[in-house]
């Protein structure tokens, strides 16, 4: 009897854990980046706005970098990644650590690590790809769309791209968009 009992209660565990391997309920939860923290370092955290899917010579793709030394923003034509404008701007460490606090509060390192290739999502809209690099390697790439519902970002679209764009001076920025695809 107590050999039944004790076989039957493997036999349980045994179930519980391949479920839990199956279904991946055992799976440890993601630990977010604190970006603040790298105000001082070599990180660089970027946006790059994907326009509507379109002819090669109307695709557009504006790209901002900001780290401690410099905001930058790059106007790239087509799907090979032709850089045909960039232009910088002056920053520092303590301007940076305002910015990147404040995209630690707006969820800037919030996403789901799943591999989906963001190409062809939301076709007639924008694709929005944010990413932060600790000066040696990326620590995380996430993506959201115009349309809304489809990406791996979890923080707040709108506030994270407002603190980006509000890193270029606002007539430059306007410039930059001008006569492409891209809608900011």
């Known amino acids: 009897m107590l050999v039944a009992l004790v076989g039957a209660g493997v036999v ?4 519980v854990l391949l479920f839990k391997a199956i279904f991946g309920h055992g799976a440890a939860p993601q630990k977010l980046v604190d970006v603040g923290k ?5 990180a660089v955290a970027t946006l790059l706005m994907d326009g509507p899917t379109n002819l090669d010579q109307n695709h557009y793709q504006i790209k901002i970098t900001v780290n401690a030394m410099q905001s930058q923003i790059d106007l790239i034509q087509g799907y090979q990644g032709n850089i045909t404008r960039t232009q910088s701007y002056p920053s520092n460490s303590s301007a940076y650590g305002a910015f990147l606090q404040s995209l630690k509060l707006q969820g800037f390192a919030k996403g789901r690590i799943v591999k989906i290739d963001y190409r062809g999502y ?3 809209g924008s694709r929005y790809i ?10 995380f790439s996430y993506w959201s769309t115009s349309c809304g519902g489809q990406g791996t970002f979890q923080g707040s679209p709108s506030g994270v791209r407002q603190l980006f764009e509000a890193q270029i001076p606002p007539k430059d920025l306007s410039a930059f968009v001008s006569g492409t695809s891209i809608t900011l």
């Open 12 to 15: 349980v565990l045994l179930i």
């Open 38 to 42: 790298y105000a001082d370092t070599n």
């Open 122 to 124: 939301c076709p007639t």
């Open 130 to 139: 944010y990413s932060f690099n600790d000066g040696q390697s990326n620590l």
